[in-house]
């Protein structure tokens, strides 16, 4: 396991959770309906598998400093050396970078983003260059923002041959009270399909990054809200999701600390299936761990031990069946669930945020 952005412990937790729990022995011990909570995570995998999602990310990686900024290539060599999370492929790692940037005092001039060069612009996917350019015979872009072309994903990327809708990145900007504020809107056929705010702010050496909104498929609705907050050596994310409907709820907080060589982290999340609940409460460093599961209030698993090599044990004894751990894995793997949407929500405009925190 890495040190630095896995110092909350969280994915050694998620690796082994499994492997763990099939070793516990003895009576079974507390019960819930397994099987209603896995049909809610295969909903919200269902949502995270649409067809408008899957445009959202594909635009998201395609959406470049040229297609935003042709005039700032002063500002891209400088863009690159923040950019240094992006490659390692961590949210956490971007969420704690990212809100570290913000920790950096803003130019006055950070909000509004968007420039008037591209305000009222509608922008489509040209493949040969690999980024989206300005189509000055397309009409209906917000007039504080510009609109993207979103388009079927094939391999990760657009399809320019296959339109399924548009993306509305709105500057608020003018008007707020953050440092920086842009809202997306996708909308595919007549219905829409993601719509979220993002704000940056600093104040007093501390940054702060929010994303809230909803997206849907078909049949159901994630509402979500994340809130990362960073300043040197200390992260702290809170956030809920949740998925009305099926009276499906995740809430939680993750906080991490470095002094020196020294790291700690906690995750405390709630997630709720109806009726039943389960907590997660961890805490550890890169050397040991410790925390509980509980299942509607009461202890279900402890852990403890190295996190290369956890121990878990249901307090008295007994086993998990194959649904329960199913289950308890989907519940711990939620956190990084919430880390992996932070960094898609934040793809197609990092570049803008990061732009306007160098300028």
């Given at each position: 396991?890495?040190?630095?952005?896995?110092?909350?412990?969280?994915?050694?937790?998620?690796?082994?959770?499994?492997?763990?729990?099939?070793?516990?022995?003895?009576?079974?011990?507390?019960?819930?309906?397994?099987?209603?909570?896995?049909?809610?995570?295969?909903?919200?995998?269902?949502?995270?598998?649409?067809?408008?999602?899957?445009?959202?990310?594909?635009?998201?990686?395609?959406?470049?400093?040229?297609?935003?900024?042709?005039?700032?290539?002063?500002?891209?060599?400088?863009?690159?050396?923040?950019?240094?999370?992006?490659?390692?492929?961590?949210?956490?790692?971007?969420?704690?970078?990212?809100?570290?940037?913000?920790?950096?005092?803003?130019?006055?001039?950070?909000?509004?983003?968007?420039?008037?060069?591209?305000?009222?612009?509608?922008?489509?996917?040209?493949?040969?260059?690999?980024?989206?350019?300005?189509?000055?015979?397309?009409?209906?872009?917000?007039?504080?923002?510009?609109?993207?072309?979103?388009?079927?994903?094939?391999?990760?990327?657009?399809?320019?041959?296959?339109?399924?809708?548009?993306?509305?990145?709105?500057?608020?900007?003018?008007?707020?009270?953050?440092d920086i504020a842009l809202r997306l809107v996708?909308?595919?056929?007549?219905?829409?399909?993601?719509?979220?705010?993002?704000?940056?702010?600093?104040?007093?050496?501390?940054?702060?990054?929010?994303?809230?909104?909803?997206?849907?498929?078909?049949?159901?609705q994630l509402d979500f809200e994340i809130d990362?907050?960073?300043?040197?050596?200390?992260l702290d994310v809170a956030f809920r999701m949740?998925?009305?409907?099926?009276?499906?709820?995740?809430?939680?907080?993750?906080?991490?600390?470095?002094?020196?060589?020294?790291?700690?982290?906690?995750?405390?999340?709630?997630?709720?299936?109806?009726?039943?609940?389960?907590?997660?409460?961890?805490?550890?460093?890169?050397?040991?761990?410790?925390?509980?599961?509980?299942?509607?209030?009461?202890?279900?698993?402890?852990?403890?031990?190295?996190?290369?090599?956890?121990?878990?044990?249901?307090?008295?004894?007994?086993?998990?069946?194959?649904?329960?751990?199913?289950?308890?894995?989907?519940?711990?793997?939620?956190?990084?669930?919430?880390?992996?949407?932070?960094?898609?929500?934040?793809?197609?405009?990092?570049?803008?945020?990061?732009?306007?925190?160098?300028?």
């Amino acid at each position: 396991m890495s040190n630095g952005s896995r110092g909350c412990l969280a994915l050694a937790f998620l690796a082994v959770t499994v492997t763990g729990c099939e070793t516990a022995t003895g009576p079974d011990e507390g019960a819930f309906d397994a099987r209603a909570a896995l049909a809610d995570y295969q909903a919200l995998d269902a949502i995270l598998a649409s067809d408008g999602w899957r445009g959202f990310l594909a635009m998201g990686g395609a959406v470049s400093f040229p297609s935003v900024a042709p005039g700032a290539e002063f500002a891209v060599a400088g863009a690159q050396s923040l950019r240094v999370f992006r490659g390692a492929g961590d949210a956490r790692s971007f969420a704690a970078r990212l809100a570290g940037a913000g920790a950096t005092p803003l130019h006055a001039a950070s909000a509004p983003v968007i420039s008037p060069l591209h305000r009222g612009r509608t922008l489509v996917y040209d493949a040969e260059l690999g980024r989206y350019v300005v189509d000055p015979d397309r009409t209906g872009a917000p007039a504080t923002g510009v609109r993207l072309i979103v388009y079927q994903s094939v391999a990760g990327k657009p399809d320019p041959a296959h339109e399924i809708g548009y993306a509305d990145l709105i500057d608020e900007g003018d008007a707020s009270a953050e440092d920086i504020a842009l809202r997306l809107v996708v909308v595919s056929g007549e219905r829409t399909v993601l719509d979220y705010r993002t704000t940056l702010d600093e104040s007093g050496g501390h940054g702060r990054i929010t994303v809230d909104g909803f997206l849907r498929d078909e049949d159901d609705q994630l509402d979500f809200e994340i809130d990362v907050s960073g300043s040197e050596g200390a992260l702290d994310v809170a956030f809920r999701m949740a998925v009305e409907s099926r009276s499906f709820e995740i809430e939680g907080a993750v906080a991490g600390a470095k002094q020196g060589e020294s790291e700690t982290g906690d995750i405390d999340v709630s997630v709720a299936h109806g009726g039943e609940s389960f907590r997660v409460a961890l805490t550890g460093t890169p050397t040991s761990l410790g925390g509980t599961v509980y299942l509607n209030g009461n202890p279900f698993v402890e852990v403890s031990g190295h996190p290369d090599a956890p121990v878990f044990a249901r307090p008295g004894g007994g086993a998990l069946t194959q649904l329960e751990r199913l289950v308890l894995y989907r519940v711990v793997d939620i956190v990084e669930d919430v880390f992996d949407l932070f960094e898609n929500l934040l793809d197609p405009i990092d570049e803008l945020v990061i732009l306007a925190v160098i300028l």
